[in-house]
């Protein structure tokens, strides 16, 4: 899991946001993890501000290379939005519009169901 650590002169900036390369340059590159990368919850304060819609930070953090997003809500006090279902829209538009590579999204899935079948072993 990688949480919402900054530091701007080793991995330009928040680990789990676009623009950053601690996931793909330090993880996997230096360190050589191959396994799956999970977000902290992405609409914590420590990401997300007032202006700046939680879908963007789904897509930037698949950018920057996560493989699971954690998103527990859309809004501050919202108990009723389908959180999932905003989540794969977020995600669809940006392989839509290009802005997601599909090659990424299938290393994910590769990476995600290498995962499970070795639980299920």
Request: charged letters at 30%; glycine letters at 10%.
């Amino acid at each position: 899991m990688v949480g919402h650590l900054a530091n701007e002169a080793v991995w330009g900036g928040v680990a789990t946001q676009y623009g950053a390369h601690a996931i793909d340059v330090i993880l996997r590159k230096e360190l050589g993890f191959v396994g799956v990368v999970l977000s902290d919850d992405l609409a914590m304060r420590a990401i997300i501000r007032d202006d700046e819609p939680v879908s963007d930070a789904v897509r930037s953090a698949i950018k920057a290379g996560v493989d699971i997003v954690i998103v527990g809500r859309f809004r501050e006090f919202d108990q009723t939005t389908d959180v999932g279902r905003k989540a794969n829209e977020a995600i669809v538009d940006g392989l839509c519009s290009g802005e997601l590579s599909r090659t990424a999204i299938e290393g994910s899935v590769d990476r995600i169901r290498t995962l499970k079948l070795r639980r299920l072993k």
